[in-house]
């Protein structure tokens, strides 16, 4: 259904491969399940590259897609995107926000509120901050 490849808004995406119609679980945002603590250093190192690989899962627990990621880690962020997410128990699902048509890049809104100080680029003239 998806596959990775190189992104117009950053290195590396994920497309849709077909169809994706919407509210389909595309897929689970894989990664080691860590302290909230234990992510605070790991995510001061990743965003010294630039990178943002840690996802919440609530004030307790945070999956890290630096190890043991899937696919899913290279889903770029959109302030207009059409993936949501869906956390159910420790599972972090990645959901069609809207139908999805062959050959278009899954986003979906990180909700970092600025965290990481990355200029987003999922637009040419978005100024929001990730
Ligand atoms: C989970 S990774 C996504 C995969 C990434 N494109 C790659 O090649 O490794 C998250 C990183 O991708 C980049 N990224 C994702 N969405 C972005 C956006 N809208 N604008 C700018 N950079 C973005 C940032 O560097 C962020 O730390
Ligand atoms: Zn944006």
Request: charged share 25%.
């Amino acid at each position: 259904m998806i596959e990775r490849r190189r992104s117009g808004i950053h290195g590396w995406g994920v497309y849709a491969t077909r169809a994706i119609s919407k509210n389909t679980r595309i897929i689970d945002y894989a990664g080691e399940k860590i302290s909230n603590r234990e992510s605070l250093k790991r995510e001061r190192t990743y965003l010294r590259r630039g990178h943002i690989w840690c996802f919440k899962l609530n004030s307790r627990w945070v999956r890290d897609a630096a190890v043991g990621g899937n696919v899913a880690r290279f889903i770029n962020h959109s302030c207009t995107p059409n993936c949501y997410t869906q956390i159910v128990g420790d599972t972090i699902w990645i959901r069609a926000s809207r139908n999805i048509r062959k050959g278009e890049e899954l986003t979906y809104d990180y909700m970092t509120d600025g965290e990481g100080h990355i200029a987003c680029k999922c637009s040419p003239n978005c100024r929001t901050m990730i």
